[in-house]
């Protein structure tokens, strides 16, 4: 079974850190390019930070630069975002995604895979 499956989420307070972890089963993660999205209540989903297969090449939202930090360790088939110094408009439920293509995912936000979501509130 092909999935992908969010951990790490939580209730953090102001200024605080996470680390989301986003687990690959079924299918070789070395291929694809990984995206994180998010989508508070009331919001449509936005696209946070993305990393591709080839280079481990990184983007970041503005609303997350130099604060949050993505990456990958193949060989676990996870994908992590490492979110510092977090606000209360990060409150949200965060998604991994994969797709084959770094556009298709970092730019257009088409995924083959989604995965379940975790929440993440920022709150004091």
């Known amino acids: 079974q092909l999935q992908l499956v969010e951990s790490g989420g939580g209730l953090v307070q102001p200024g605080g850190s996470l680390r989301l972890s986003c687990a690959a089963s079924?299918?070789?993660?070395?291929?694809?390019?990984i995206g994180w999205f998010r989508q508070a209540p009331g919001k449509e989903r936005e696209g946070v930070s993305c990393?591709?297969?080839?280079?481990?090449?990184?983007y970041y939202a503005d609303s997350v630069k130099g604060r949050f930090t993505i990456s990958r360790d193949n060989a676990k088939k996870t994908v992590y975002l490492q979110m510092n110094s977090l606000k209360s408009e990060d409150t949200a439920v965060y998604y991994c995604?994969?797709?084959?293509?770094?556009?298709?995912?970092?730019?257009?936000?088409?995924?083959?895979?989604w995965g379940q979501g975790t929440q993440v509130t920022v709150s004091s």
């Open positions: 995604a994969a797709h084959l293509s770094v556009l298709r995912i970092c730019v257009r936000h088409e995924a083959d895979y």
């Open positions: 079924g299918f070789t993660l070395d291929y694809y390019a």
């Open positions: 990393i591709s297969s080839s280079d481990s090449s990184t």
